[in-house]
């Protein structure tokens, strides 16, 4: 049965954006974060993040440190009772050409196989156009976080923070949509 599903970038959208982030120690979830999920949550959505991770192909950052940034703001969330099905991340740069760095839909194809979501009636949130073409070339309502509002006319919405999006979500949704 298919899944209704909110998609998160990472970095500016659930945590505070750190530029080349790579120690777990600086992992700090945005305001209103928590509160949004637990709505989205209530509402029966669940959750997944796919996020570009340049810095590993930089030669900033292992994999190994990726997963253990990822696996902070996992923990962050769990402490909130709140649960993510899947991490999924690009390490290419924006130089290199490949079909997983958003907004390729490659991550968002993986992620709608495994874990059956249904685009339709799934969203996906982030801070940069790229976020937004992206939920869109899959079919999502697309939701552009943050306080730079004109940079992405193609959004569904744009939101502050995460709580007002959720707010938007759950005001545009049918609640029985979600258990399809």
Known sequence: MSQAYVLFDRDGTLIKHVHYLIDPSKVELLANSALGLKMLKNFGFRF??????????????????????????????????????????????????????????????QAINEYDIDPTISFMLGDQPSDVIFGLQLGFRSIKIGDEMHNEPQADFHAKDLLEAAHWITSNTQKGQVFK
Not at 69 to 81: D, K, M, T
Not at 86 to 95: A, E, R, S, V
Request: net charge negative; proline share 5%.
């Open 48 to 109: 997944g993040i796919i996020t570009n991770q340049s810095v590993i192909n930089r030669g900033l950052a292992t994999e190994d440190q990726v997963n253990a940034v990822n696996n902070r703001v996992i923990e962050l969330f769990q402490f909130e009772g709140i649960d993510f099905d899947f991490i999924l991340y690009c390490p290419h740069t924006p130089d290199e050409v490949c079909d997983c760095r958003k907004p390729a839909v490659a991550l968002g194809q």
